[in-house]
């Protein structure tokens, strides 16, 4: 090939580099406008590309609402589980405080009742010493 441009004179060897070099630009600009630059394809592209994107935000959102209901049902279970454990803790303390008020209103009936016997000098005190303790053993009359 060499030994074939070296016999030809130099205008030939222009005229045909300039040739092979407009062929290969015409053919690359004709791929160009075919492939590329065709609106065609550009909608269809658009249009295919879109429809993948929106398909993958969809799926993406999905499992990030999923995500999210199974932490709040987590959550809301724990929540469950604490407030029945606090309502349970609640409930014994109301019944020991229903218990230890029924208890004191038995014996202040039966501390009534049995006054008018052990009444002393001074009047009548209906103070038990559970009365007395609770008042810090200071007695207000």
Not at 31 to 44: C, G, M, S, Y
Not at 72 to 86: M, R
Request: with cysteine; glycine share 4%; charged share 20%.
């Amino acid at each position: 090939m060499i030994a074939l441009l070296r016999a030809l004179p130099a205008v030939l060897v222009l005229l045909v580099g300039l040739a092979s070099g407009s062929a290969v630009t015409g053919a690359l600009s004709w791929a160009w406008l075919a492939a590329v630059h065709d609106p065609a394809i550009r909608r269809e592209a658009t249009v295919t590309l879109t429809a993948a994107v929106q398909r993958a935000t969809d799926a993406a959102i999905a499992a990030e609402q999923a995500r999210q209901f199974r932490a709040n049902e987590a959550a809301t279970q724990q929540y469950l589980k604490q407030k029945a454990l606090d309502d349970a803790a609640q409930q014994a303390k109301d019944d020991t405080l229903e218990k230890e008020i029924a208890d004191y209103e038995r014996e202040k009936s039966a501390a009534a009742a049995a006054a008018p016997a052990n009444a002393t000098a001074g009047g009548d005190c209906h103070l038990t010493q559970r009365d007395l303790d609770f008042l810090g053993g200071v007695q207000h009359h």
